[in-house]
């Protein structure tokens, strides 16, 4: 008889099980690309050791995903004041298989080098977002769901993986309040097993211990809880822990400021994620990023990487200039980064300061980016040891105080540097100075 | 509209709420945005789908976000519930950049900081989603019981005596609206 159970080995969770079902998955065509798309772009050229894929990652979200899953649903960890949401027992086993091929597959729609510029690179309407559901709803993917025991709906899965958020833009129905949990155990601002998964294993590949948290802890401690527990507050259940996981929950919200402010939104990092975004739109022209399935799926990092080796060595190219910034690390440098004095001179500081250096080297030479962190509460409910809920942020000293991630620096070209940073030096207070505000 | 300029309405929003007595945490703000933009038709130009507590804009979170890391806003703790949203140190700078955009809709957010000003997040929760099945699930004609009903299978946790008293509350709003708008 053959085997049933198959690990894989894997750096964060040791071992990752999957059934013979769930692996045909994992061999689909749309899985396998994952295995060619850099988690972290192109970080890797000043990381060098966050070489790490998105297809581990997707493993990695389905492990955490279902102990998840297993957690809350335990009858002996369920909250009378939720039980309504869950479906009747003989459901559920369903469910969790929805639930970790939703996991497995939520990144199925990732640009090459997981590029974030969606809106640049897409054509109009279409996103990341929207291209995993389309492949997770594509005939392809059909056939394998329909194939697993019992057959999955890939509505269920597409709707699970992308969440509520993105739901209307990408056409997928209302959620219901237990579909609402489960996609909130993938996606979730706060304890969303994507965030976990890349914290811990980005932290790794990187080289950084900032990512760093108790997630065995913190996924031991997890409930489904009402938001609060006053008569004035809603019912409405939502993902809460119990008492002893809130340091655990602490040192999550931590390591997510940390890995943004110190990785994720390092200026060099950012540089190339442009270059990379300005280099892949000229390549592709007026068509953008083909969201025929067959042709997507054929788009990865090794095409890419092969495109920017041809066009470096050939100086004819037209793409030369922009594939050298990034073969031959000849990026954009940092003349300007957003700071709270400034901020208080003029509330778009980096924006002026961006315009003024347009104006005074070209807009060729100069470029603008902006993170703001989205979401990401550190207000949820917990459980007391009485049973009572209390809001998290009124039982942890140290939550309100986790900084909000926003960075935004002005980038120019290396040969400008000096004299941008001497007429900057100059004329600093009387470019912010200069903006105008109008009503219309 | 610009960002800050939306920002300067959500503050006035918010500081008006404050002066109603409201608690003012992210899901007041949350539900009066919403009846701003749904009744009163101030273009904010939020997305609003059923999610948390209700209608809820993600793109109105972020922005929540946005404000606090520019100073514009601050969260208060205030026991027993979540914390307040206050004014923060660089709210009236903000203020001063749009007077006009500001002049021209405070009698529709004056309005609504009053009228949903008093109410805790669960009665809000009803009201809200009262609006949203009256604008988006049953329209037409006023079938008190079906509409109620629906409330309730969006949230089961909220009672039916809850759903019908949401859906009065909500008539009481909307006929004022109308009023205050001359439709």
């Known amino acids: 008889m053959g085997k049933h159970l198959h690990e894989i080995r894997d750096p964060v969770h040791v071992f990752i099980r999957l059934d013979t079902d769930e692996r045909e998955v994992l061999d689909s065509r749309p899985l396998q690309r994952l295995r060619n798309i850099h988690q972290l772009g192109l970080t890797y050229l000043l990381y060098p050791g966050a070489t790490h894929r998105r297809f581990e990652h997707s493993l990695g979200v389905m492990e955490l995903a279902t102990r998840i899953f297993d957690v809350i649903t335990d009858m002996y960890n369920i909250c009378p004041d939720v039980q309504h949401i869950l479906p009747p027992e003989d459901q559920r086993k369903y469910w969790r298989r929805v639930l970790r091929m939703a996991a497995l597959c939520h990144d199925l729609g990732h640009l090459p080098f997981s590029h974030s510029a969606d809106h640049k690179l897409f054509p109009d309407g279409w996103s990341h977002e929207r291209m995993t559901a389309e492949i997770i709803r594509s005939k392809e993917m059909e056939r394998v769901w329909s194939e697993i025991t019992p057959p999955l709906r890939g509505e269920d899965i597409a709707k699970i993986a992308i969440g509520p958020r993105e739901r209307q833009k990408v056409g997928l129905g209302q959620f219901n309040l237990w579909e609402t949990i489960l996609s909130e155990i993938i996606v979730g601002d706060t304890f969303g097993a994507d965030r976990m998964d890349y914290l811990l294993r980005d932290s790794l590949h990187a080289g950084v211990a900032y990512g760093k948290f108790d997630h065995y802890r913190l996924v031991d401690t997890l409930r489904i809880l009402p938001k609060g527990g006053s008569a004035e507050d809603s019912k409405e259940p939502t993902l809460g822990l119990l008492e002893g996981g809130i340091q655990s929950a602490e040192a999550l919200l931590w390591a997510r400021y940390f890995m943004y402010s110190q990785v994720y939104c390092h200026p060099v990092r950012r540089i190339y994620d442009i270059h990379l975004g300005d280099f892949l739109e000229k390549k592709m022209g007026k068509n953008k990023i083909p969201t025929k399935s067959d042709d997507f799926l054929a788009l990865d990092d090794n095409k890419v990487l092969v495109w920017i080796r041809e066009s470096v060595s050939n100086q004819k190219d037209q793409l030369n200039e922009l594939a050298k910034r990034i073969f031959d690390r000849m990026h954009f440098k940092r003349v300007y980064g957003r700071n709270p004095e400034d901020q208080r001179i003029n509330p778009q500081a980096a924006d002026t300061i961006y315009k003024a250096a347009c104006k005074k080297f070209g807009k060729d030479s100069i470029r603008y980016d902006a993170y703001k962190q989205k979401g990401g509460s550190q207000l949820f409910p917990v459980q007391l040891k009485d049973d009572t809920i209390q809001q998290s942020i009124e039982l942890s000293a140290t939550l309100e105080k986790v900084p909000i991630v926003f960075t935004e620096y002005v980038f120019i070209e290396d040969k400008h540097l000096n004299a941008a940073k001497a007429w900057l030096g100059k004329k600093h207070s009387e470019i912010l100075k200069s903006r105008k505000e109008t009503e219309e | 509209m610009k960002r800050l300029q939306r920002e300067a309405l959500i503050l006035s929003l918010i500081e008006n709420l404050l002066k109603n007595e409201s608690w003012c945490g992210e899901t007041h703000i949350q539900k009066s945005a919403y009846f701003l933009q749904e009744l009163l038709h101030v273009p904010l130009g939020f997305e609003f789908i059923l999610y ?132």
């Open chain 2, 52 to 183: 948390k507590y209700g209608p809820f804009s993600f793109d109105l979170s972020d922005e929540l976000v946005s404000m606090q890391a520019d100073d514009i806003i601050l969260l208060k703790l205030r026991p027993p519930y979540g914390p307040s949203v206050q004014p923060g140190t660089m709210a009236e700078r903000l203020k001063n950049l749009y007077p006009k955009t500001l002049k021209r809709y405070e009698k529709e957010i004056v309005f609504v900081a009053r009228e949903l000003g008093g109410n805790g997040v669960g009665d809000l929760e009803s009201i809200a989603t009262a609006l949203y099945v009256v604008r988006h699930k049953i329209k037409g004609k006023d079938d008190l019981q079906k509409r109620a009903n629906c409330i309730r299978e969006i949230k089961p946790h909220i009672s039916l005596e809850q759903a019908l008293t949401a859906l009065q509350r909500q008539k009481e709003i909307s006929d004022k609206a109308s009023a205050l708008l001359g439709v």
